[in-house]
């Protein structure tokens, strides 16, 4: 197995909490990352930065609401004062489809107002703001950096809801746009496209899902299983070290094949 991925490197994760952000928080330190974790929710990222620290990691908190670019700013410039500078930001906060009363997922014509107007504050504005002041620290530094987002595979295909899978499609175009905008300063863009996951991103408040639904999960995938955190973390991994430095501009599928069509 290859060590010392992002040895010495200074990595901001959002959304570092739970699920992906905190599966991706613990491999990277595995690494050798030097991290600043950012969270909304304090008490579950302090569970992140033991985590890590136990495993001999390095890992600073910052409480963040991504749809806040103040808030993004902290994070940015707390990896500076710490470790004198940003290698890695990875814009991974996001939150799923309003949910009607019934506790499916709402129709485009069942979402209301403030519900479009939080979802894209989140998980559109988020990952601008993450990209922007990540863009402008890099160019502080001389140039080069690595920006990796977590769209999902909603933004590739038709699935997981239409208000969802557009802002995720958003975030698509967006990695794609940026990339190709940046490249001449020695700066990669890419992102990770997940499909779903048995994480609190779905499940919410109800505690870890029974083995037989995840078994069901998985059979939506021709790989035959669900799709798991670390799963999601590995890509990321994979886009942030020098193992891709000749990628950018690609949107990494994570689904188990989904995208690819249905089995016969």
Not at 69 to 89: F, L, M, Q, T
Not at 171 to 184: H, K, Q, S
Not at 216 to 225: D, E, V
Request: proline share 3%; glycine share 12%.
């Amino acid at each position: 197995m290859i060590e010392g991925l992002l040895k010495g490197k200074s990595v901001v994760i959002t959304g570092s909490a739970s699920g992906v952000g905190r599966a991706a928080a613990e491999l990277f330190a595995a690494h050798g990352a030097r991290l600043i974790c950012a969270d909304i929710a304090l008490d579950l990222l302090e569970e992140t930065i033991a985590a890590v620290k136990a495993a001999g990691g390095e890992a600073r908190a910052v409480r963040c609401d991504v749809s806040q670019k103040s808030d993004v700013a902290a994070a940015v410039k707390a990896a500076v004062e710490a470790y004198g500078r940003i290698d890695v930001i990875y814009n991974n906060v996001g939150i799923p489809s309003p949910k009607t009363e019934q506790g499916t997922m709402a129709k485009l014509v069942e979402n209301t107002d403030a519900q479009i107007e939080k979802l894209y504050a989140v998980n559109v504005n988020g990952v601008i703001y993450g990209c922007q002041l990540a863009v402008e620290q890099f160019r502080a530094q001389g140039g080069g950096g690595v920006i990796v987002n977590t769209a999902s595979v909603a933004g590739l295909i038709g699935w997981g809801g239409v208000l969802y899978g557009s802002t995720k499609g958003a975030v698509v175009n967006l990695t794609r746009a940026l990339a190709i905008e940046v490249a001449g300063e020695g700066i990669r863009v890419n992102s990770v496209c997940p499909a779903g996951m048995a994480t609190r991103f779905i499940t919410g408040d109800r505690g870890p899902l029974p083995d037989a639904a995840i078994e069901r999960m998985g059979q939506a995938y021709p790989l035959g299983r669900v799709i798991d955190p670390l799963d999601t973390a590995k890509a990321a991994l994979f886009l942030a070290s020098d193992l891709s430095s000749n990628i950018t501009g690609v949107n990494l599928p994570v689904d188990g094949g989904l995208s690819a069509g249905k089995p016969l």
